[in-house]
């Protein structure tokens, strides 16, 4: 599957915005807001939970929180902003996780 915005398809085939709005709507596709960043985002959690040895980003988060683990500290250990790493654990109904 390819994530791709509706501007990107239509400069592929030629068409406008419009048209390939419309075309979606005709054959009941549903368009998902940014999905290309959501894909992109998706998979970057997905690297950073498995070079740390870990399924799922939901799974590095819950268990480093259960432990007491700051939100710094998990940024130091996982190279990646306390602001991305509290939206990953939202996005993932990770609610609460204060030591």
């Avoid at 596709?29 to 290309?36: D, E, P, Q, V």
């Avoid at 040895?53 to 259960?66: H, K, N, P, S, V």
């Avoid at 939100?71 to 250990?77: F, G, L, P, R």
């Amino acid at each position: 599957m390819q994530h791709r915005t509706v501007n990107a398809i239509g400069a592929e085939v030629g068409l406008s915005h419009h048209a390939v709005a419309s075309a979606l709507r005709r054959h009941g596709l549903a368009r998902t807001s940014h999905a290309a960043k959501r894909q992109a985002a998706s998979e970057r959690a997905a690297e950073v939970a498995a070079g740390l040895g870990f399924a799922g980003i939901a799974d590095y988060l819950g268990q480093r929180r259960a432990a007491g683990w700051t939100w710094q500290e998990i940024a130091a250990e996982s190279g990646q902003p306390p602001s991305w790493l509290r939206r990953q654990a939202a996005t993932c109904g990770l609610t609460g996780l204060t030591p």
